[in-house]
């Protein structure tokens, strides 16, 4: 991964180096963030199962009707 960051160093200069380091700082956190998220919603998915809960996710909206009719 660090010939990805020389090569954007070299195309973009020195100059741009802080500002790269920061959005790729931003992208690492908010992948984090997400993947936590997710093992989250699937660990939660795993408890419901478990407790054979049989009330669904997502369960259907109450009123099915188009909103523009």
Known sequence: MAVGREL???VYGQTKKAEFQDVYDHA???RAAIGG???YLLVSKQA????GN??????E?????PLNP
Do not use: A, D, M
């Open 8 to 10: 954007t160093y070299k």
């Open 28 to 30: 690492g956190r908010t």
């Open 37 to 39: 998220f997710i093992k």
């Open 48 to 51: 419901q199962r478990k407790k």
């Open 54 to 59: 049989p009330e669904p996710l997502n369960p």
């Open 61 to 65: 909206p109450l009123n099915p009707e």
